[in-house]
């Protein structure tokens, strides 16, 4: 095929792969993380349904632009028509019979006890393949061949002997017995045709501390929490401080300005003032919040330099995602070779409102070998008594709590929460003094990005502060600002100008130097490098780069590029799959949930163009793909924008998805189907 010529910002892919000249629809990173998206088309088209007039009347260009406004500002945030119900079972079988165990409810159990009918309604086992069952040839994933009794004597049953539970083969026990989709793999038959379930005692205990995941918090603190009678003897000394250094200001009538300044003097001032958790005398919760409050409060306070030191120079970090960056997928980059890995943005509100879900974000996988939470909020009164119920309840299993200063979203900004922060120095201050104190020797880090607005950049005048000032144990910039969201290339030489204004600082007062990681448009082993070698940071933190390619951990770690095969990738697809039913359940909602989630990681992972089908490398993150085939079928699949694809891959692993389950990306481009492209 004679060369061609592609536009600008297109993916040099061999002609040969080529299928259309022309690039695929971008996929809308900024819509993904809750930026306007318009699913009418035009941008300033008239809602569905409706026309641009009004009483019959044509609209001026100043109306026009105002409903264009108006109908943006509707559809900002992430995918709205997205709505993920749980799948349940047909007939719902109580879990302590499932489990084996007695019912202490008996017959006024809102579940069924009877296993027989329960069985007799629920659907077949799943056959999950091993890595031997996987190939890139059609149908890519060998099944079994089984044959069912169903001659008119013999029931037909729903056990299939010759499936594995992924849950039961990993922990020597699943927790979810008969409800289990793979139940076959870990039940015998009594004599009297009874089901007895199979626990493996030695692997059991033998895997307990390596496979069992740490922070759970029980009913009983969650109900103190939103009964508020958790007990947080630092915080409140803490903001009886800064409240009563507020009521001086107000009463002295300072400036706005003087204000500010006597508030970060009042913040340093409660550094020496405020007692905090020690590592050597820890922090126990009471069952009463009267009960020995001074076991909280050491008499010696902790000083910043007494703060455990994190020395992650030359690291790889996978940033905090929202939505994708859960347990499973954090499981599966540590597997690639991420060493530093932190959950997904949480609320202090929520946290402090006592929310199951967002409780369920700290939770932490034993491979995790450095892990931290990150946490979003406005002020001190939120974000301290948070961080000092984080810190009790997640005591020696938590490495490090992340400050977001980032968040571009509209629903995090206006709230006063993350980048907004940026343009709130002395009200930041109060927080991270704040949230040190009440943490002990775990360490404060901070994420933000360089500014609010275009061409206003503030980072080189904040990040200097952050750590001689308010005792911040690691910085990461992001080199974009909030406005731009994921437009543009981020701003590397900015980042190593705020670099180079930070160690300035800490070598005039002597300071030891705290890690600076740098973020933004990573895709492969070339970039990290370059920008570890030319731009001063200690690392970089990597996002959408791990999402579409999670394998960009190794190709670091080897200074290589990964030319991975599409069996291989499917082998991750698998992989994903088995720490999703080992974090959600193997149960009928487990498994819809895992298929919910393992979509959203294929709709980035399709966006990966191997490497031998470009013309050249390195590829580029922000570079558009043209339709293109692969080099086998199995790649040709992987690589569909098509969301029903990947509804079809998730069913090799996941079984056949539930008649009224659907799939809706947070990316509205690859909505295909009843879903109109992105404008």
């Known amino acids: 095929m004679a060369s061609v010529t592609l536009l600008p910002g297109t993916a040099p892919i061999k002609p040969e792969f080529l299928v259309s000249f022309q690039p695929r629809d971008v996929p809308d990173d900024d819509a993904a993380e809750g930026s306007t998206s318009h699913v009418n088309g035009r941008p300033d088209a008239a809602p569905s349904g409706e026309t641009p007039e009004e009483g019959g009347k044509r609209l001026s260009g100043a109306q026009r632009k105002k409903l264009a406004k108006e109908e943006r500002k509707k559809q900002r945030g992430a995918n709205k028509g997205r709505r993920f119900q749980k799948v349940r079972d047909e007939v719902e079988l109580c879990f302590r019979v499932a489990s084996g165990k007695q019912c202490e409810f008996g017959d006024e159990c809102r579940f069924t006890h009877d296993v027989s009918a329960y069985l007799a309604a629920k659907p077949r086992d799943i056959h999950f393949p091993s890595p031997e069952d996987l190939s890139n040839a059609p149908p890519f994933v060998r099944l079994p061949d089984v044959e069912m009794a169903e001659g008119e004597d013999t029931p037909k049953s729903s056990l299939d002997p010759t499936t594995t539970c992924p849950v039961f083969q990993r922990m020597g026990e699943c927790k979810h017995g008969l409800k289990c989709r793979f139940l076959g793999h870990h039940v015998r038959t009594k004599e009297d045709g009874e089901l007895e379930l199979i626990v493996d005692e030695e692997k059991k205990a033998r895997v307990a501390a390596s496979e069992t995941e740490v922070n759970f918090i029980d009913a009983d603190t969650l109900k103190k929490i939103r009964t508020k009678k958790y007990p947080r003897p630092i915080s409140d000394a803490y903001l009886k401080e800064i409240q009563n250094d507020a009521s001086t200001q107000?009463?002295?009538?300072?400036?706005?300005?003087?204000?500010?300044?006597?508030?970060?003097?009042?913040?340093?001032?409660?550094?020496e003032t405020v007692p905090a958790a020690t590592a050597d005398a820890p922090v126990v919760a009471t069952t009463d919040g009267a009960e020995n409050v001074q076991d909280d409060t050491p008499d010696v306070p902790l000083r910043f330099v007494e703060k455990k030191r994190l020395h992650w120079t030359g690291k790889t970090y996978l940033a905090p995602l929202t939505t994708v960056g859960n347990l499973p997928f954090r499981r599966l980059c540590v597997d690639y070779g991420a060493d530093i890995t932190c959950g997904e943005m949480g609320l202090a509100m929520s946290f402090l409102q006592g929310s199951k879900e967002e409780w369920s974000l700290v939770r932490r996988h034993p491979s995790e070998s450095i892990f931290g939470m990150q946490i979003a909020g406005s002020k001190p009164q939120l974000?301290?008594?948070?961080?000092?119920?984080?810190?009790?309840?997640?005591?020696?299993?938590?490495?490090?709590?992340?400050?977001?200063?980032?968040?571009?979203i509209d629903l995090v900004y206006k709230t006063g929460s993350g980048s907004a922060l940026l343009d709130a120095a002395g009200r930041l201050g109060k927080?991270?003094?704040?949230?040190?104190?009440?943490?002990?020797?775990?360490?404060?880090?901070?994420?933000?990005?360089?500014?609010?607005?275009?061409?206003?950049?503030?980072?080189h005048k904040l990040?200097?502060?952050?750590?001689?000032?308010?005792?911040?144990?690691?910085?990461?910039?992001?080199g974009r600002t909030r406005q731009q969201r994921y437009t543009k290339l981020a701003d590397w030489d900015y980042i190593k100008q705020c670099v180079e204004a930070v160690r300035a600082r800490e070598a005039e007062e002597d300071l030891p130097p705290v890690p600076i990681f740098g973020g933004g448009d990573c895709f492969s082993s070339e970039d990290y490098w370059h920008k570890m070698d030319n731009y001063g940071v200690d690392g970089v933190m990597i996002g959408r780069g791990a999402l579409i390619k999670p394998w960009i951990f190794t190709e670091i770690k080897e200074r290589r590029e990964w030319d991975i095969s599409s069996r291989e990738r499917l082998e991750l697809v698998r992989k994903y799959a088995e720490y999703g039913l080992?974090?959600?359940?193997?149960?009928?909602?487990g498994v819809n949930t895992t298929r919910r989630y393992l979509c959203e990681a294929l709709s980035f992972q399709y966006r990966y163009v191997p490497i031998g089908l470009l013309e050249r490398l390195p590829a580029r993150i922000n570079d558009r793909a043209p339709a293109f085939r692969g080099r086998d079928e199995l790649e040709t699949l992987l690589a569909s924008p098509d969301s029903r694809d990947w509804v079809k891959i998730s069913e090799m692993f996941l079984g056949p998805a539930p008649e009224s389950w659907t799939f809706t990306p947070k990316h509205k481009s690859n909505a295909y189907g009843s879903e109109e492209g992105q404008g």
């Open 463 to 478: 990040m200097p502060r952050l750590g001689p000032e308010w005792g911040a144990s690691a910085l990461t910039l992001h």
């Open 383 to 408: 974000l301290v008594p948070a961080a000092e119920t984080i810190g009790r309840e997640c005591a020696g299993n938590l490495d490090f709590v992340d400050v977001n200063c980032g968040c571009p």
């Open 582 to 589: 080992n974090h959600f359940g193997s149960d009928t909602a």
């Open 250 to 271: 107000k009463q002295t009538g300072d400036s706005p300005q003087e204000a500010d300044n006597a508030a970060e003097a009042a913040t340093e001032a409660a550094t």
């Open 431 to 459: 927080i991270l003094v704040g949230m040190n104190k009440a943490l002990g020797d775990i360490p404060v880090t901070v994420k933000l990005r360089t500014g609010v607005k275009d061409g206003k950049n503030t980072a």
